[in-house]
């Protein structure tokens, strides 16, 4: 009889445990919620190699000058051609803001010189 209650002793207090460690996972879990924080927004921003490539399908294009400020991209470029090629040019620009943009017109050629930085995505 001793050794069958020492079991059921041994048995209970095993099963004490166990309980245990799952109520203080339990109890861990509920502690860890994440809260989104609005000020801590984490901003992908395009390295000048990926910039190029996105820019390597405008025709007749040349990259003037670029610049880093706060981790984003502002590149000068300037696009050559007629009048209805830098229409259709334009378009192509939709995932970039034009802070500044400049045309210029000789006798041969029409061009617009364009100050454009990347549009931030969360």
């Known amino acids: 009889m001793n050794r069958l ?3 059921i002793i041994l048995s209970i207090m095993i099963i004490l445990a ?7 996972n339990n109890i861990k879990k509920a502690n ?4 989104y ?3 801590n927004k984490f901003y992908d921003h395009k390295t000048l190699k990926q910039i190029n490539r996105e820019l390597d399908c405008l025709n007749e294009k040349n990259i ?3 610049n880093e400020k706060d981790g984003k991209w ?3 470029i300037k696009i ?11 378009p192509k620009l939709k ?3 034009v802070n500044n943009y400049s045309i210029d017109k000789n006798k041969n050629e029409t061009s617009i010189i364009l100050d454009i930085s990347t549009k931030e995505s969360v």
């Open 5 to 7: 209650l020492k079991h």
């Open 18 to 24: 166990f309980t245990q460690i799952l109520c203080i």
């Open 32 to 35: 860890n919620i994440k809260v």
């Open 37 to 39: 924080n609005q000020q």
């Open 64 to 66: 003037l000058s670029a």
């Open 74 to 76: 502002h590149v000068k």
């Open 80 to 90: 050559s051609g007629s009048k209805d090629d830098l229409l259709n040019e334009l």
């Open 95 to 97: 995932n970039y803001d």
